[in-house]
């Protein structure tokens, strides 16, 4: 590698500075001005066909693909570089760029997925980036099936404190996933949560204060639950400002608003309050396992199985009823309270059948609500309250 320093660094010769000094040395020397011009034009000590790229160093240009890798927006932006020529390609390549490649550089897009995108991946991986451990292991777990691979990954990312890793192995340990029903691991669910909490992450401090609420997993602590509740709300409207601040404070998504909020206008999470905060960008993974199983979801997962109904999450079953529906209307389900929390403000409070008139239809039809929902006999999961209240565990 080409250096800064020592033999193997190019001595660059500056054009104007060394025209200049010739210009001077030949004038000093009683020359005159043409006289300069064609010995300069046949000094072959200068030569305009330089290529000051080529004398470079690797060390500056591994420095601005770093820096280019860590902001990306796209994956293009990398992409564009790599094929202009053979040593950029190289560069780019190298394990130091790799690991400092953004969240946005890796979002690689599921109608995209290839042999090279997983090979890209899986550099990033080997150079030690915990985003892209994430991303590859909740392909690998859910989409490609490979699930000791892909909670491998996950758990690499998580030891590097990335709160999204731990958050998805928190929700794999309350459900169970890739395993039976008699494996979930509620305690250990909740210790993942306390953890990704700490670090920022917004779903994981609701998950935890909805386990308190209920008593899901830990001993129930109703006051607590509640407030990591309102905490939840308020970190998720610190996030946006912080992502964008040179919003307007006083504008329509931030003012009082008596009217409650209509489904599709933004994330309403904070609409209780009379404020509606637009809705945060979906990680990259959770957009790819949208994207893959919006039109393969009966080809890839097995029949039976079902998405999470958030349309911000796209994780699907790993067996027949894992995740939790609706305990009203049953039409929607959830791999985890958060999800569901955020589905109903959004756009399942105005779907969801009124209570009233299924209790009517229930007590015309079967007489019992529970009876309702679950007269099949089958095993459905556990239940949520459409209107955010409590799980039940079916026996």
Known sequence: MRTRRGVCYPKVVNMCVARAVKRRKLEVAGGDANGCRKMLKKS????????????????IVLTILCKLSSSAVCPADLINVLITCKRLN?????????????????????????????????????AGNIEACFILGMIRFYCLHNRGSGASLMAKAAIGSHASAIYSLAVIQFNGSGSSKNEKDL???????????YLGHVDALRELGHCLQDGYGVKQNVADGRRFLVQANARELATFL??????????SWLTWNPNR????????????????????????????????????????SGPGLRLCSHSGCGRPETRRHEFRRCSVCGAVNYCSRACQALDWKLRHKVQCAPLERLADEVAENVGNVEGYFNGDGNDHGDDIDGNGGEVTEES
């Open 261 to 300: 909020h209509v489904a599709g206008d933004g994330c309403p999470l904070l609409s209780d309050f009379g404020c509606n905060v637009p809705t945060r960008e979906a990680h990259p993974a959770n957009r790819f396992l949208a994207d893959w199983f919006s039109d393969q979801i009966g080809n890839t």
């Open 44 to 59: 072959p000590e200068i030569t305009d066909d330089r290529d000051l790229f080529d004398a470079l160093p690797d060390d």
């Open 187 to 197: 305690r250990a669910g909740v210790a993942l949560c306390e953890r990704a909490a």
């Open 242 to 251: 912080a992502a964008a601040p040179s919003a307007v404070v006083p504008s």
């Open 90 to 126: 190289g560069l780019g390549l190298h394990s130091l760029v790799l690991s400092k490649s953004s969240q946005k550089m890796l979002a690689v897009k599921a109608k995209n997925w290839s042999e090279s995108a997983h090979r890209f991946l899986k550099l990033c991986v080997d």
